[in-house]
Nanobody
Framework: QVQLVESGGGLVQPGGSLRLSCAAS????????IGWFRQAPGKEREGLACSSSRNSRIYYADSVKGRFTIPRNGLYLQMNMLKREESVVYYCAARNKALRACGVLTFEYDIWGHGSQVTVSS
């Protein structure tokens, strides 16, 4: 059973940077992926980035491309040039047994962390 624990959220100034961590354990498939999402109250969960173990493929959503990065193992989300409107809860997610490269749609994932709050404020 895969388990995920997020950490690293907190307060950051507008334009600043923050790094979130996703401690993952329990993978039993050589092909799996890690994804990062965020969700504001009353809004749909938004996919940000993902990394597939097969071929170490990394995908970024247009909304964060050039500002957010993840390593090939997908276990960190480096957020740069943060905006006030990005003060939401961030999640890491995983799919243990995958058949293709990852995407950032919620239904592609079957394991979720509990979220980490990020607040962008001066």
């Amino acid at each position: 059973q895969v388990q995920l624990v997020e950490s690293g959220g907190g307060l950051v100034q507008p334009g600043g940077s923050l790094r979130l961590s996703c401690a993952a354990s329990g993978f039993n498939s050589e092909y799996h992926y890690i994804g990062w999402f965020r969700q504001a109250p009353g809004k749909e969960r938004e996919g940000l980035a993902c990394s597939s173990s097969r071929n170490s493929r990394i995908y970024y959503a247009d909304s964060v491309k050039g500002r957010f990065t993840i390593p090939r193992n997908g276990l960190y989300l480096q957020m740069n040039m943060l905006k006030r409107e990005e003060s939401v809860v961030y999640y890491c997610a995983a799919r243990n047994k995958a058949l293709r490269a990852c995407g950032v749609l919620t239904f592609e994932y079957d394991i979720w962390g509990h979220g980490s709050q990020v607040t962008v404020s001066s």
